[in-house]
């Protein structure tokens, strides 16, 4: 037979790349995918979105997020050249696939089409010294919204009498997290649409896609945001709630609708494959309550604990939105301070560096403990989380946000005082209740130019 052949160089590869796009790969699958979740299951970087590597928009889109860190440690030219390329790729076949009226009708351009959108979104995101100060829609924010509409488009629950006997894919369920994510944290810093734009009966069937699988599914923690589908969705129904508020205030619905959302919330139980099955997570106590059972000066050592209190915060953190933008209670008002103790005791022991520490950490609720302190011990805990991770460089809102905050608390004191004494306005309907909340939204947005990125 003669002497042994050497293998192809591209043997054993599903798609062909050269030497420098293979580095960009491998430092996607190595070092980037690791960073984004303590949830290795639900890694929807590494479990769904790298599985599409065979469409080269896909992979191109992969290969230049990748290569804009790879960039930041080795600022050659060449490299900033190929990150530039393969960018221009994807967004010309993102192009395409948008132009193609037959996207809409096959399930893969479609799949192709949101995971492109969501990876150039994500790029956005990172890239803060080059955001655009946009006060209506920053790029980011416009790749994921059209990539909800197709979502909308493509919904496979039209085709189901009840929500429970979807059984999306987990490259669907991953696509409604991501860009369900994004968009609906892009609200709580948002101003309220116009009442009489405000289209009611729409809004309130959007993100049902959030939704299909049984309650367990439901309920599972995912890596792609840290929390469950569920409480994904009752975010985005606190502020629907509130711009119903704007819309008809005098209507018993909306207060009556917000009461039952609290009452979700504060009964919610979420679990994950990490720590705890869904029926021990249902019959057992809440995370909060074994939090409070911790030693002080305590730091989450496991991959378990970090995914239970981070969700944990996400839930606390829910509560206290609705509670100051739909019920108008004030930042000083005796639950709304308590709940931030309780968030500012979970934020408190959890690490902000080494393997439990990734893109998964509750950064909406760190700055939503900083922004409505007026507790010292609060703002001490949320500026010790920014500076602790702002040690180390890092590509994320972060930095924005951080510099938002310090921002807000020279003025929010003066411009939006709070009620003395606190509970005074509970008394009141809450139609008649200071609506503060978008008064600091408005400042805010005055302040920085832009929409706030809470991912």
Known sequence: MGTPKKLPSQYGYDAKMDETDRRFWMFYIR?????????????????????????????????????????????????????????????????????DPATAENEAQVNELI????????????????RLKNLSSPRWLQGFSQAEQFLQVTDHGSRFWKPSNVQPSSLRISQSV?????????????????????????????????????????????????????????????????????????????????????TELLEMRQWSTESMSWNDAKSGPSVIEL???????????????????????????????????????????????????????????????????TAQAPLFPVFLLGLLATVPEHKVVSSNWFDEVLQTPVRSSVPPLHNALLHTWIWIDRDIP?????????????SLRRPWWEELVTLVRQQEQEVLCLT
Request: net charge neutral; hydrophobic share 40%.
């Open 178 to 262: 991501i860009v369900g994510r994004a968009i609906i944290l892009a609200q709580p810093m948002s101003p309220l649409p116009p009442p009489d734009k405000f289209n009611c009966q729409k809004e309130a069937s959007r993100f049902g896609w959030l939704l299909y699988g049984t309650e367990e599914n439901m309920y599972q923690i995912h890596g792609g945001c840290g929390f469950s589908r569920k409480l994904l969705h009752v975010l985005s129904q606190v502020t629907y709630c509130a711009a119903r508020l704007e819309q008809e205030a005098e209507s018993p619905v909306i207060p009556t609708t917000a009461i039952y959302l609290h």
């Open 31 to 99: 070092n980037w995918c690791p960073g984004r979740s303590v949830l290795e299951d639900t890694n929807l970087w590494l479990k769904d979105f790298a599985q599409m590597h065979k469409s080269a928009g896909v992979r191109s889109a992969i290969q230049s997020l990748a290569g804009i860190y790879i960039h930041d440690y080795l600022p050659f030219e060449s490299i900033r050249k190929r990150v530039n390329q393969r960018f221009a790729d994807a967004e010309e076949r993102f192009s395409q696939l948008l132009g």
């Open 418 to 430: 709070v009620s003395s004494p606190p509970h005074l306005e509970t008394y009141q309907p809450i």
């Open 115 to 130: 995971t492109i959108a969501a990876i150039l979104s994500m790029q956005d995101i990172v890239l803060t010294e080059r």
């Open 291 to 357: 939090v409070h059972c911790w030693p002080e000066g305590y730091k989450i050592k496991t991959n378990a604990d970090m995914t239970d209190v981070t969700a944990e915060a996400w839930r606390i953190a829910a509560m206290i939105y609705l509670q100051c933008r739909v019920f108008r209670l004030p930042r000083n008002h005796p639950d709304i301070v308590s709940k931030l103790n309780d968030l500012a005791k979970c934020i408190a022991i959890m690490p902000t560096s080494g393997t439990q520490f």
